[in-house]
């Protein structure tokens, strides 16, 4: 499975680079001449909110442990670092990898493990088991303020929503 998901990532990189190598490509059109406009001001860089940072940190950590694994993947995406290295296609270096990235996420996941799987346990011995069950503050938490977003959205749209219905 990590190899799929680094061979997306490689595909999306190549998409990125095909579609700037297409815009440089293309000549610019060709406007009727006008006076010339004073240069407009640079955007101002906002610093990336805190899930942004967040998520790339754990992106890179996620990346370092796919990379060491199947370094040619790395080496097909332009890192030199990982040219002279070479996937270990073993069992045990899959089971290597698996227990890195447990020790790599472990520390940062909100939540106790043991008492998930008994939630889970307990779920599975069930004759009539939830169709969907938020287990952790941090889902409930989130399923919330997404819940809260799509009902706003929907009431703010309600007179076009009840509006379709022949007259």
């Known amino acids: 499975m990590h190899r799929s998901t680094v061979s997306i990532l490689g595909l999306a990189a190549c998409l990125l680079a095909a579609n700037s190598s297409l815009h440089?490509?293309?000549?610019?059109?060709?406007?009727?001449s006008a006076p010339v406009e004073s240069a407009?001001?640079?955007?101002?860089?906002?610093?990336?909110?805190?899930?942004?940072?967040?998520?790339n940190q754990y992106t890179q950590m996620l990346f370092d442990v796919q990379m060491k694994h199947s370094p040619e993947a790395g080496s097909a995406q332009g890192l030199a670092k990982y040219d002279t290295s070479i996937t270990d296609a073993s069992r045990a270096?899959?089971?290597a990898q698996r227990k890195e990235l447990?020790?790599?996420f472990g520390e940062h996941l909100p939540g106790d493990p043991a008492k998930l799987a008994a939630a889970v346990l307990?779920?599975?011995g069930m004759d009539d088991p939830?169709?969907?069950l938020l287990l952790g503050q941090d889902v409930l938490h989130a399923f919330r303020e997404k819940s809260a977003s799509?009902?706003?959205?929907?009431?703010?749209w309600e007179d076009v929503t009840v509006s379709m219905n022949f007259d």
């Not at 440089?24 to 009727?32: E, L, N, R």
């Not at 407009?40 to 998520?55: E, L, M």
């Not at 799509?150 to 703010?156: K, L, M, N, R, T």
Request: no cysteine; net charge negative; hydrophobic share 40%.
């Open 150 to 156: 799509w009902a706003a959205s929907v009431d703010e």
């Open 122 to 124: 307990r779920i599975a």
């Open 93 to 95: 270096d899959e089971i």
């Open 40 to 55: 407009k001001p640079t955007p101002v860089s906002t610093p990336d909110p805190d899930w942004v940072v967040r998520s």
């Open 24 to 32: 440089a490509q293309t000549s610019p059109v060709q406007q009727p």
């Open 102 to 104: 447990i020790v790599a």
């Open 130 to 132: 939830p169709l969907r």
